[in-house]
C-alpha cells in the first residue's frame, strides 16, 4: 500500500492547504485540512491541525482506544490546538480536517468541513464523507428541480462547521468502518478538486484518468485541475492511495 501525493496552489497567493501521511504497522494515517481565514491565518490553521492529528494518533497507540476513538480523540486534540495557536497571536482562523485509516481491509474516517473523501471502485466515484457545507443543503433544490447542480456547487462553499478551537458544529466520525475491496482507490482532497470530481457526471476524460494505473494517480489529478484554467482556482491537495 503506497500514497501518492500532490499540490497545486491554485490562483491563489498563498497554499493554505496542509496533510500528512503515516505508516503505522497496522496501516496508513493519511491526513488532509484545508485552511481558512485568508493568508497567515489559513496556513497556520491548517498546519497546527494536522500537527495535532498526526502526534495525538501516534501517542494514542500504547492507550487502548479503537481506530475510532483514536481519530475522535485526535480531532479534538487539533482544534484545540488551533485555538490555542490563534490565542497566542490574537489572529481568528479555521480549517477543515479529513482524516482516514487504511488498513486490515477497511477504511476508518473522520472529518470536519467540506474536503472530499472518495472512493473509486467499479467505474463509480463514491464521496465516502459528509459534506459540512451550504451545498449539502442545497443539493435537496437540486434534487427537487429548483436549482442546477452547477449553481449549487458555485453557491454552497459557505461552511457549517470546522475546527477553530471552539465547538465542533458537526462531526462525520461513523463508527462502522467501510470495507475495501482489491483494486479500490482512495483519494483524500482539499475541495481545490470539486469541479473535477465532484460533477454529477464524470467526464470520459476523468474516468480514464481514475482508471489508470499509469503513473501517479494524485499528480495526474492535480494536472487535470490545472487543465481546466479556471481563473479562480483554489488551492489544490491530493494524497492517492491504491488498496492492493
Same mark, same amino acid.
Given at each position: 500500500?503506497?500514497?501518492?501525493?500532490?499540490?497545486?496552489?491554485?490562483?491563489?497567493?498563498?497554499?493554505? /492547504?496542509?496533510?500528512?501521511?503515516?505508516?503505522?504497522? @497496522?496501516?496508513? $494515517?493519511?491526513? #488532509?485540512?484545508?485552511?481558512?481565514?485568508?493568508?497567515?491565518?489559513?496556513? &497556520?490553521?491548517?498546519?497546527?491541525?494536522?500537527?495535532?492529528?498526526? !502526534?495525538?494518533?501516534?501517542?494514542?497507540?500504547? +492507550?487502548?482506544?479503537?481506530?475510532?476513538?483514536?481519530?475522535?480523540?485526535?480531532?479534538?486534540?487539533?482544534?484545540?490546538?488551533?485555538?490555542?495557536?490563534?490565542? @497566542?497571536?490574537?489572529?481568528?482562523?479555521?480549517?477543515? %480536517?479529513?482524516?482516514?485509516?487504511?488498513?486490515?481491509?477497511?477504511?476508518?474516517? #473522520?472529518?470536519?468541513? !467540506?474536503?472530499?473523501? +472518495? +472512493?473509486?471502485?467499479?467505474?463509480? +466515484? $463514491?464521496? %465516502?464523507?459528509? @459534506?459540512?457545507?451550504?451545498?449539502?443543503? &442545497?443539493?435537496?433544490?437540486?434534487?427537487?428541480?429548483?436549482?442546477?447542480?452547477? !449553481?449549487?456547487?458555485?453557491?454552497?462553499?459557505?461552511?457549517?462547521?470546522? %475546527?477553530?478551537?471552539?465547538?465542533?458544529?458537526?462531526?462525520?466520525?461513523?463508527?462502522?468502518?467501510?470495507? &475495501? %475491496?482489491?483494486?479500490?482507490?482512495?483519494?483524500?482532497?482539499? !475541495?481545490?478538486? @470539486?469541479?473535477? &470530481?465532484?460533477?454529477?457526471?464524470?467526464?470520459?476524460?476523468?474516468?480514464?484518468?481514475?482508471?489508470?494505473?499509469?503513473?501517479?494517480?494524485?499528480?495526474?489529478?492535480?494536472?487535470?485541475?490545472?487543465?481546466?484554467?479556471?481563473?479562480?482556482?483554489?488551492? #489544490?491537495?491530493?494524497?492517492?492511495? /491504491?488498496?492492493?
Amino acid at each position: 500500500m503506497k500514497a501518492g501525493i500532490a499540490q497545486w496552489i491554485g490562483c491563489r497567493e498563498k497554499q493554505e /492547504d496542509s496533510y500528512r501521511v503515516k505508516y503505522f504497522p @497496522d496501516g496508513l $494515517l493519511v491526513v #488532509v485540512a484545508d485552511g481558512m481565514g485568508g493568508h497567515h491565518c489559513g496556513e &497556520l490553521a491548517s498546519a497546527e491541525a494536522v500537527c495535532a492529528f498526526e !502526534d495525538f494518533f501516534a501517542e494514542s497507540a500504547s +492507550l487502548g482506544l479503537s481506530v475510532s476513538e483514536r481519530l475522535q480523540s485526535a480531532l479534538i486534540a487539533a482544534n484545540e490546538s488551533v485555538g490555542r495557536a490563534f490565542a @497566542d497571536c490574537c489572529r481568528c482562523g479555521g480549517t477543515t %480536517l479529513v482524516a482516514a485509516f487504511i488498513g486490515q481491509g477497511v477504511i476508518r474516517w #473522520v472529518s470536519v468541513g !467540506d474536503s472530499p473523501l +472518495l +472512493l473509486w471502485r467499479g467505474g463509480r +466515484l $463514491l464521496r %465516502l464523507n459528509a @459534506d459540512h457545507s451550504l451545498r449539502a443543503v &442545497l443539493m435537496e433544490y437540486v434534487s427537487a428541480g429548483t436549482m442546477s447542480h452547477s !449553481d449549487a456547487m458555485r453557491s454552497g462553499h459557505q461552511l457549517r462547521s470546522a %475546527l477553530t478551537g471552539g465547538e465542533i458544529a458537526m462531526v462525520d466520525a461513523p463508527t462502522t468502518p467501510q470495507p &475495501l %475491496l482489491p483494486g479500490d482507490r482512495i483519494i483524500v482532497a482539499s !475541495d481545490g478538486v @470539486d469541479e473535477l &470530481l465532484l460533477s454529477p457526471v464524470l467526464t470520459d476524460e476523468v474516468r480514464a484518468l481514475l482508471s489508470g494505473r499509469d503513473g501517479n494517480l494524485s499528480v495526474r489529478v492535480v494536472e487535470a485541475c490545472q487543465a481546466l484554467n479556471d481563473p479562480g482556482a483554489d488551492n #489544490v491537495t491530493v494524497v492517492s492511495v /491504491d488498496w492492493p
